[in-house]
């Protein structure tokens, strides 16, 4: 019996159009999305080269230290390249700033530098930055000045050499895999995993007897009901495995996604978080009462919900369901496997990995047992 | 009004996908609408620096702190390793620091190599180094000249003491602004997952052809029928438009009522027309109830991908913007950025705006006409 209902669930799930379509399309789909949407975004939030003018005037030219360290920030062939200047007159900075073809414009007036600019950013503070340095850099040859008491153009050659000789080095101890966008990747593999829900929910459904005339008879038929729940499962289970196949093939084999994490424990997170998929399928199964419409789109609503709150449309929701609902994200599967995920990614030691491994089984446990009492004391005096 | 009944009935129904999207609206904008006051002068940006020290804070140590401190923002991160890490990881702090146990001293004696810190990921990490790179290397070039680490403080501070003049043109409160922004172009994702799922359930249940052969003979008139769907679908995507514009008002405040404000809200209607217009076309070509959950999931998260949406447009790749071109969302979001930049209002600089506009209201009339057409070609039922 336990053979024959497995085959015949696997045929009834794979017949299932609609399922098919959420559970292995759907995925994909959205790694597509993902995929395209994330290409550059890492790399646009890296320092880049600022648009900027100077005004051209005498007072700049003949200011060595200003036109010096400029040219050396715009320099193509400076590694550290911070800007592109247009050298220009005071109104075609304006123009520029208007037409946002700049950040801001420098200008020198009696020696004081004035920066315009269209409103406040990181741009604009990188840029009052610089001005700033030189007037430090200004201010340390006036003082070397007098202790040197030499000639002002050697002081301002020996000072640049100096200050640019001295360049702090700080030891940076973080971690390298610092790739947030990553989480989105995470949380479709966790959306995915809870979307076996949705299948176990389809072959849980065939065998209630309030549902389908199936249920009816499976229900009176003299086979024990674990048998036929088990194998039940068991074959959503495996359609489940064949859709996390796909999606990591499709994953790392087409769009050649880096985790930078090992995969057996990424596999062993994968395989727990689709029990605990089947777990929420069976779990909304058997306790929600309503046609098999309104329970498919109660348990996508569930798990598109679950993935928002763990990271799905914005990887900043689930650091602060983290940060400041804890609670929320501990009892939401969807995160349990992201976090997971992100544990493997990012952490080198092991603990909190286990710790989400340990959350989800406990999730699968209460689930199963929570079911298991509501099918067991099903009675039906007439269907 | 048995139509209309019908109508009220498959929405009760289905309220819940309804609730679910519009509080994930609310969730969103409510993280987005925390904002500082209005100010018009200079506001260098401050990353978010942690500081960890473990050394007295006296001399340097002190120094290098209360500059740390005047020059960025401090986030609320608990400092165990694991929230901290997590902290850099989300970008929650850009930069952490890291001052070990006798710092002053050893840095007096020529030695800075103790000194351990963690970068993160992004642009303001990047301009945190810059900062602390810069006080330290003037400490490091003044540190021969001096006699105590208090005049070396000292003269740090005179050094660092810079007014750049330094003007700033716009009008505008950008931090608000933006804020808005954020919300109009978020709300797409609720209309278009409400709108589209319920409209087109409500379309391919009431074009059944079941249903739809007993209207048909039944004494009321057809076309009186369609008029009242039509009707009781406007009225529902105005009603929840209409509930979203309130809770962005409650969310975002007075900068709605600033004519960048207005004219979010009239993009944002001009747009509920087009999505409401899309929602009919689907549901008129599909006319298989059960794909309509998914039909509308991968038309929200794909529109929202493609269109700037979850993602800015400034971030997006050039080939995904290209496709966006081709989804009338794209001039919707398109359309707000225009707005968060308008600094004052005549025909010359609303022209990119209304532009926008038109193209909305042109795609809302493309897709009525093949509204018509499909509805036209399907009236016939054997």
Known sequence: MFLHNFKYTLKTLFRNRSLLFWTFAFPLIMATFFHMAFADITEDEQLKTIDIAIVNNNEFNNNMLYKQTFNTLSDDNNEDKLFNITYTDREDAKKLLEDKKIEGYLELNNNTPKLTFQSNGINQTIIKYVVDEIHDTEKMISSMKTDMKSGMNSINTNVCNYVEAKEIELKDTANDNL?????????????????????????INKTLPYLTGKGKRVTVAPTKRSIIIFSSL??????????????????????????GCNVGLMVLLSLVGSLAGVALGLLVGTFVKATENSKT???????????????????????????????????NPANMITDGFYALYYYT????????????????????????????RARYDSI | M??????????????????????????????????????????????????????????????????????????EVKTDVDSLNDALFYNDTDYIIYIPKGFNQDFMNGNIDNLEVKKGNNYNASFAEMMISRYLKLAVNYRSRVTSQDELVRTIKNSLDNNTEIEITTKLDTDKVEAAQFFFDFETYSLLVSLVFIIGLMLSIFNDP???????????DYRKNNRILLLANMLYAFTLWLIYLILGIVLIGDVLWTSNGLLFILNSFIHLITVTSFAFFIGNLINNKDSMSGITHVISIGTCFLCGVF????????????????????????????????????????????????????????????SNIISKKRRRIG
Request: net charge neutral.
């Open chain 2, 2 to 75: 048995t139509v209309f009944k019908t109508f009220l009935k498959i929405l009760r129904k289905n309220l819940v996908i309804v609730i679910i999207f519009s509080i994930l609206l609310v969730m969103f904008a409510a993280l987005r609408s925390e904002t500082d006051d209005k100010t018009m002068s200079f506001n260098a940006v401050k990353p978010d620096v942690v500081i960890i020290n473990n050394d007295e804070e006296i001399g340097i140590t002190k120094g290098l702190i209360d500059y740390i401190k005047d020059n960025s923002n401090t986030p």
């Open chain 2, 210 to 220: 079941k249903v739809k052969k007993r209207t048909i003979i039944s004494s009321t």
């Open chain 1, 349 to 376: 030691d092991y603990s909190r990995f286990w710790f989400n491994i340990g959350s989800l089984l406990i999730f699968i446990s209460i689930a199963v047992i929570l079911s298991s009492r509501k099918i067991g």
């Open chain 2, 311 to 370: 993602v800015p447009l400034a971030y997006l790749p050039d080939s995904v913007i290209a496709l966006g071109h081709a989804l009338p969302t794209y001039y919707y979001v398109e359309g707000n950025s225009f707005i968060a930049k308008l600094e004052e209002i005549n025909f010359d600089t609303l022209q990119p705006v209304l532009i926008n506009m038109g193209v909305l209201l042109g795609s809302a009339i493309v897709f009525i006409i093949l």
């Open chain 1, 234 to 259: 068991l074959a959503s289970f495996l359609v489940q495995l064949l859709t996390l196949g796909l999606l990591f093939v499709y994953l790392l084999g087409v769009l050649n996604v880096e985790f």
């Open chain 1, 179 to 203: 790739n947030y966008i990553i989480i989105e990747y995470f949380t479709l593999i966790a959306m995915t995993c809870l979307y076996a829900g949705s299948v176990s929910m389809v072959s």
């Open chain 1, 297 to 331: 789109g109660i348990m996508i609503a569930i798990t598109m919900a679950g993935s928002f709150l763990s990271g799905m449309m914005g990887v900043g929701m689930k650091y602060q369901i983290d940060k400041n609902l804890p609670l929320l994200n501990k009892i």
